[in-house]
DNA sequence: AACGGGACTACAAACGTTTGTACTCCCGGG
DNA sequence: CCCGGGAGTACAAACGTTTGTAGTCCCGTT
């Protein structure tokens, strides 16, 4: 913990009584096999003791990269990121790499800033989170041969690595436990279908549901303008409305549901009691709301770690393929489901 | 959006016909008296036209500095952080600086680790929202000449600058509401005084009792062992063991207010009917709990911002006075407080 | 006995900046 | 007429790496 001045490779050559260069090589396990096993490990042995750390700036000059990795983001302040944050951050660190995060607050303006910076700063490669279903900036970022890969969401455009939760199945189990507590008139309380999640839920709600021999009835889907707690309560109220009946509802994500709740009680609605509804992503604090939600868990931290992986992955062989990963979810079940009164 | 091969210093000397050091002096506002008004508006011209961006990577080998900083934290998943992180962000990226964040999940050994990590790395400076009141691993840092700003926390061995909310006048606010209410048995559940937080809370609450004129009672005050849930719980647990009444309780912070939530209900104590409960903080959600938790806004966002720019000055100047600034918070009403019924 | 070549190492240039120093003008004063 | 000096600019070294190339040594083959 002492003030050390930094030791630099010249040090370490000299401690090791061999040519900089030579040292060089020693230390990088790529050349290693170009110089002598013993000078290897005098050198070696010498980067130890002196406690020798590289100094990245100067590699990255050298090598032309920063080992910096841009995340572009909506809002760090949604709580499903910061778990995400944390899996790159683990997986990045390791190989040296430092993430540099930049909301857009779902503005298409800060959005083009942002990627603007990143792009001046020379960042070696983004995780993005703001994918929209046709998206013209990532088309750009491709073109200029930017190491990508998105999270969350994903292009239809194609050809870009991504790292997702499968919503068909995360959608899939929600409704299943929701027939198997025996409703039958299940609502779905959707969200844009502009962004690949929206359409996915929608598709698999829609598709599940048939397989489930459940009746669609259009009159028991709405959709909210956009993930979060208000729009979510505008289509909750549409759907009361529209004086249908149902007795669940399965909601595009938490924040959604969480909308769905403040006009339950806003209406004198008793949940689970009247109807149960299941949410999407188990947020922090999904558990602390009342009733507690029943959701679906989508494994956030390890969809950072493994978008983390991919992109170093790309960043090394631009020629990799690009997987599309997707994790499973887990049914989390809590207080705001039980079966149907009638 | 174009693949623009870099820019160098060297392109816009020779396209403003000069030599390349005298392009740098004009482009650093440091420098650029030194070179001739018409050159410099040549040169700026230049710069502007190819889109010249300097090479932070080559600016910093030379300058001795990675333009980044470390932001060392328990654990980015806690709420209060992110907002945090966004100030930081906001205030740092403006100055080229880089944030990178690492969590020490409260773990001695981690935190060594990751301050380690953050040395090696050779960071320019580090946001530590780790501290304890002695903290040996802070005088070490400062011993190795590390500029530091603490947040949240302080430490006592002083001459370390800080930004923290105003605990005394935030704790004070909490009191007095209870205390217009009417309530005169006013509990206090704790955390630790081996922080600043936790003793400054436990003090402002003695103090402000005193000067309120109310009685302070040790068998109203208990404290819970770390700022979480569980914590929180058991400590109730223990208060309400101790069979004395009070009609209020102050918690140390809202995870802590949530573990008296949990202890209420489980116990089938009504809050806010039988007891009041003020949280401290103002976590995201804090109005979704039932009730909707009252408590101390702490204006996190603004916390960031303060210790990104005093981190920059004491980067710039190391010789820089230790300011230890306070901000103001504000105290939000919701349900979780009422008059006493007795 | 000479030589080709493998194994290893040293040399030097380069990445894109910043900055100390040296150079060239040109003007005014002695 | 010469010289000191200020203003402006060019030159070159340096930051700490990586890597192409050239050098040395020695062994085995002819």
Redesign the pocket.
């Given at each position: 913990m002492v003030t050390q001045q930094?030791i630099?490779?010249?040090d370490v050559a000299r401690a090791a009584?061999?040519?900089?260069?030579?040292a060089?090589?020693a230390?990088?396990v790529e050349?290693r096999p170009?110089?002598?096993?013993?000078?290897v490990a005098r050198v070696l042995a010498a980067a130890e003791a002196l406690g020798?750390e590289?100094?990245s700036l100067?590699?990255g000059?050298?090598?032309?990269r920063t080992f910096q990795v841009g995340f572009v983001l909506p809002d760090l302040t949604n709580p499903l990121f910061p778990p995400m944050v944390r899996g790159l951050e683990d997986s990045l660190n390791g190989a040296k790499y430092t993430v540099v995060i930049a909301n857009t607050d779902n503005d298409a303006d800060k959005e083009r800033s942002v990627l603007d910076a990143m792009l001046r700063r020379r960042v070696d490669g983004l995780v993005l989170a703001t994918a929209r279903r046709h998206d013209p900036a990532i088309d750009g970022l491709r073109e200029a041969g930017m190491p990508l890969v998105l999270v969350n969401r994903t292009t239809e455009d194609g050809g870009v690595p991504s790292v997702t939760g499968d919503d068909h199945a995360g959608i899939g189990m929600a409704l299943r436990h929701l027939v198997e507590l025996g409703h039958r008139r299940i609502a779905y309380v959707g969200a844009p279908t502009s962004v690949s999640t929206g359409l996915a839920r929608y598709q698999a709600f829609v598709s599940w549901a048939r397989s489930e021999g459940i009746e669609v009835d259009a009159d028991l889907m709405v959709s909210a303008d956009w993930f979060q707690e208000d729009p979510g309560a505008n289509a909750f109220r549409e759907l009361l409305e529209r004086d249908v009946s149902f007795t669940a509802v399965v909601a595009a994500n938490d924040l959604i549901a969480l909308g769905c709740y403040d006009v339950a009680t806003e209406q004198g609605i008793s949940v689970p009691g009247e109807v149960s509804i299941v949410g999407y992503n188990d947020m922090p604090f999904a558990d602390k709301l009342s009733p507690p939600l029943t959701t679906v868990h989508v494994p956030v931290y390890e969809i950072g770690r493994r978008a983390a992986d991919l992109l170093l992955e790309t960043i090394d062989q631009p020629t990799s393929m690009a997987d599309a990963i997707r994790l499973r979810p887990e049914l989390i079940v809590r207080g705001s489901t039980q079966p149907p009164v009638s």
């Amino acid at each position: 913990m002492v003030t050390q001045q930094p030791i630099t490779l010249r040090d370490v050559a000299r401690a090791a009584e061999v040519h900089p260069s030579t040292a060089s090589r020693a230390l990088n396990v790529e050349t290693r096999p170009l110089v002598n096993d013993g000078t290897v490990a005098r050198v070696l042995a010498a980067a130890e003791a002196l406690g020798y750390e590289p100094n990245s700036l100067a590699r990255g000059l050298k090598l032309n990269r920063t080992f910096q990795v841009g995340f572009v983001l909506p809002d760090l302040t949604n709580p499903l990121f910061p778990p995400m944050v944390r899996g790159l951050e683990d997986s990045l660190n390791g190989a040296k790499y430092t993430v540099v995060i930049a909301n857009t607050d779902n503005d298409a303006d800060k959005e083009r800033s942002v990627l603007d910076a990143m792009l001046r700063r020379r960042v070696d490669g983004l995780v993005l989170a703001t994918a929209r279903r046709h998206d013209p900036a990532i088309d750009g970022l491709r073109e200029a041969g930017m190491p990508l890969v998105l999270v969350n969401r994903t292009t239809e455009d194609g050809g870009v690595p991504s790292v997702t939760g499968d919503d068909h199945a995360g959608i899939g189990m929600a409704l299943r436990h929701l027939v198997e507590l025996g409703h039958r008139r299940i609502a779905y309380v959707g969200a844009p279908t502009s962004v690949s999640t929206g359409l996915a839920r929608y598709q698999a709600f829609v598709s599940w549901a048939r397989s489930e021999g459940i009746e669609v009835d259009a009159d028991l889907m709405v959709s909210a303008d956009w993930f979060q707690e208000d729009p979510g309560a505008n289509a909750f109220r549409e759907l009361l409305e529209r004086d249908v009946s149902f007795t669940a509802v399965v909601a595009a994500n938490d924040l959604i549901a969480l909308g769905c709740y403040d006009v339950a009680t806003e209406q004198g609605i008793s949940v689970p009691g009247e109807v149960s509804i299941v949410g999407y992503n188990d947020m922090p604090f999904a558990d602390k709301l009342s009733p507690p939600l029943t959701t679906v868990h989508v494994p956030v931290y390890e969809i950072g770690r493994r978008a983390a992986d991919l992109l170093l992955e790309t960043i090394d062989q631009p020629t990799s393929m690009a997987d599309a990963i997707r994790l499973r979810p887990e049914l989390i079940v809590r207080g705001s489901t039980q079966p149907p009164v009638s």
